[in-house]
């Protein structure tokens, strides 16, 4: 009966490094997203699955920023050579339902990524 | 372009006090709205959505699709409302793609 479940909690890197952020939806939940929230923002949309598809990946923000979610469940949010300006909190939502405009995202508690 | 805007960044009351958050919207077509609230500590979560015309712990909001506005309202404030508070816009592509404004940390003070 979990939510959705992030991990790590927190990560601290140094620039240049590469980060793998995982995220364990809702079990049964077919749409799953990645948000970038910077600190004192709302949150910014990454990229969208309707389960192993990536459909939406048009708020990657550069070629660095990689997606995958192969069988459908878990996901994992890769980010190489990371730079200082990727410091933010990272969310995952997952919903029930494909494509249905109205659908309530269940959100996890996110990824604080800090990079030194 | 589709945007949300939300003004005010803090809004501080008493408790007891009327609450209005605002939020304005870009949208070319027929917009789907949504508040979200993250409590302090705790995960980001629906509070209300346009379609379902539901009031959630006394919140209400009402779309304006001339003002293209969506504000959050409660006659009564409670300190327990104290959160932060983030308009959405449902995106085209019917993906379920949330547009987020930037927020409003409410403060209802005793």
């Known amino acids: 009966g979990a939510g959705v479940s992030q991990s790590p909690r927190y990560k601290v890197a140094k620039r240049g490094q590469d980060v793998a952020l995982r995220c364990d939806p809702i079990?049964?939940?077919?749409?799953l997203f990645w948000y970038q929230q910077a600190l004192g923002q709302g949150p910014e949309f990454l990229t969208y699955?309707?389960?192993?598809?990536?459909?939406?990946k048009s708020g990657l923000p550069s070629d660095r920023f990689f997606a995958e979610r192969p069988e459908g469940s878990v996901s994992t949010l890769k980010i190489q050579r990371t730079q200082q300006e990727d410091s933010a909190v990272y969310l995952c939502?997952?919903?029930?339902?494909?494509?249905?405009?109205?659908?309530?995202?269940?959100f996890g508690s996110g990824t604080q990524l800090s990079v030194l | 372009a589709q945007r949300v805007t939300q003004p005010e960044k803090l809004l501080s009351v008493f408790k007891g006090a009327p609450v209005e958050l605002k939020c304005n919207y870009s949208?070319?077509?027929?917009?789907?709205l949504f508040w979200y609230v993250q409590y302090s500590r705790q995960r980001l979560q629906l509070l209300l959505r346009?379609?379902s015309r539901e009031s959630i712990k006394g919140f209400t909001a009402d779309l304006n699709k001339g003002e293209t506005s969506f504000h959050l309202k409660k006659p009564f404030a409670q300190e327990e409302d104290s959160a932060m508070y983030y308009c959405a816009l449902s995106g085209s592509g019917n993906t379920g793609k949330l547009i987020f404004g930037q927020g409003t940390t409410l403060q209802v003070k005793p």
């Open positions: 939502a997952s919903s029930k339902r494909q494509g249905w405009v109205n659908e309530k995202l269940f």
């Open positions: 699955f309707q389960n192993e598809a990536q459909l939406d």
């Open positions: 346009h379609i």
């Open positions: 949208y070319s077509g027929s917009p789907e």
């Open positions: 079990s049964g939940h077919v749409s």
